[in-house]
């Protein structure tokens, strides 16, 4: 499975950006669609993810109420709104697709949040 996300760049705090990602696999056939971040000297970590059975997404307590992820079937692509960006958000931002029990993962999209 290959992923392209985009949607990354330079913003103030306080702003939005919204990330998309498409797989080369029907979301359909995709057991967990999610986002991760890595920020400059530490561990990727979960942002949010989306089941295949479910619409709603589980997110990260650091993010709950500003992002919002979402998949659209028909465009075969899920979103990371994401809102009241701190510049704690910085860092590059994954897309990943769990199938079968493989993660596969995106090239990754730089999100910088200016104060």
């Known amino acids: 499975v290959q992923l392209q996300a985009s949607g990354g760049g330079l913003v103030q705090a306080g702003g939005s950006l919204r990330l998309s990602c498409v797989p080369s696999?029907?979301?359909?056939?995709?057991?967990?669609m999610a986002w991760y971040r890595q920020a400059p000297g530490k561990q990727r970590e979960l942002v949010a993810a989306?089941?295949?059975?479910?619409?709603?997404?589980n997110y990260d307590d650091s993010v709950k109420g500003r992002f919002t992820m979402s998949k659209d079937n028909a465009k075969n692509t899920v979103y990371l709104q994401m809102n009241s960006l701190t510049p704690e958000d910085t860092a590059v931002y994954y897309c990943?697709?769990?199938?079968?029990?493989?993660?596969?993962w995106g090239q990754g999209t730089q999100v910088t949040v200016s104060s």
């Open positions: 989306i089941p295949h059975s479910s619409e709603r997404a």
């Open positions: 696999l029907s979301i359909s056939r995709i057991n967990v």
């Open positions: 990943s697709a769990d199938r079968l029990g493989v993660a596969y």
